[in-house]
């Protein structure tokens, strides 16, 4: 999303968020409730500490086309990948590090010999763009259409990866990460 080659960081968004801003935190989060780590949207039923939207949490659990920024931006049939398709991406490619045009990320290869590079575009908090470990590995992140359902609903899933790493997570729903879009 944003970017126009393999290489490029492209936009980071908040999760659930459509367009971009210039701080990313959960004081600017769109479905942030008025108290600390409340929600108005997505908010699993067995989560109510979470809620404070009108009446009960609603159990939404994956991004809806209108709060999917691929969805919206690009159109069609556009939209952001699932917890289960990055996983499927995951386990059915050959991960290299690598650097493309001076940029480093990595290359997911697949059996059909297709391929995807992703930078290690980092993460945006507050208006900084964070692109190391603490230990000063490069890394990248990017958002799952999926909500964190098993822990804490005020994160969703999204996959991070580094030279010798390449993880899911759960992120705050307020940090800007970028997104790599798919379509059916």
């Known amino acids: 999303m944003g970017a126009s ?6 936009d980071y ?8 801003k210039e701080r990313y935190e959960w004081e600017t989060y769109k479905w942030r409730g008025t108290s600390f780590f409340t929600l108005t949207k997505y908010c699993p039923t067995d989560k109510t500490s979470y809620w404070a939207g009108e009446g009960s949490p609603d ?10 920024a691929a969805h919206v931006i690009l159109g069609g049939k556009w939209r952001m990948p699932t917890y289960k398709e990055y996983v499927e991406l995951k386990n059915n490619c050959t991960w290299t590090w690598t ?3 001076g940029v480093r990320g990595k290359l997911a290869t697949g059996k059909n010999d297709n391929s995807i590079f992703l930078p290690a575009a980092g993460y945006r908090e507050g208006d900084q763009i964070i692109t190391n470990y ?4 490069a890394m990248g992140a990017y958002w799952e259409a999926t909500l964190d ?6 994160c969703a ?5 580094g ?11 307020g940090w800007g990460i970028t997104i790599r879009p798919v379509s059916e």
């Open 5 to 10: 080659k393999p290489e490029e960081y492209g």
């Open 13 to 20: 968004f908040a999760w659930g968020e459509v367009d971009t």
């Open 59 to 68: 159990g939404k659990t994956v991004l809806e086309p209108e709060d999917d």
């Open 99 to 101: 650097t493309q045009n």
């Open 134 to 137: 603490d230990g000063g590995e």
């Open 149 to 154: 359902t098993w822990d804490s609903p005020d």
């Open 157 to 161: 899933c999204s996959m991070y990866l």
């Open 163 to 173: 030279n010798d790493s390449l993880t899911g997570r759960s992120t705050g729903r």
